[in-house]
Nanobody, 123 residues
Framework: QVQLVESGGESVQAGGSLRLSCAAS????????MGWFRQAPGKEREFVAA????????YYKDSVKGRFTISRDSAKDTVYLQMTSLKPEDTAVYYC????????????????WGQGTQVTVSS
């Protein structure tokens, strides 16, 4: 069974930091783009960040540039999202997803999804 399992979501104060992890099992995604998306209550799922299979290329939503860093450890088949200077507007359920060979920012370009992890940032 193919699974992506996120962890690391918590409730934090504004200005704080979190690191989210997403571990793959059931197959390797070492050749796939990996991405993070988020969905706040009442809003559509939105792109946050993505990393190419070889870690050379990363792409971020404008509002998280300079605050979030996506990385991956192919040996562990795990992708990370380091989040710093968190703001209340970062509050959402965060999902990791496995895509194809090219970085895309639309959810329907990603085939596999995790169940999500809740991040809550209080002011």
């Amino acid at each position: 069974q193919v699974q992506l399992v996120e962890s690391g979501g918590e409730s934090v104060q504004a200005g704080g930091s979190l690191r989210l992890s997403c571990a793959a099992s059931g197959r390797s995604f070492s050749s796939n783009v990996m991405g993070w998306f988020r969905q706040a209550p009442g809003k559509e799922r939105e792109f946050v960040a993505a990393v190419s299979w070889n870690r050379i290329t990363t792409y971020y939503k404008d509002s998280v540039k300079g605050r979030f860093t996506i990385s991956r450890d192919s040996a562990k088949d795990t992708v990370y999202l380091q989040m710093t200077s968190l703001k209340p507007e970062d509050t959402a359920v965060y999902y990791c997803a496995a895509g194809g060979s090219v970085i895309r920012a639309t959810p329907n370009e990603y085939e596999y999804w995790g169940q999500g992890t809740q991040v809550t940032v209080s002011s």
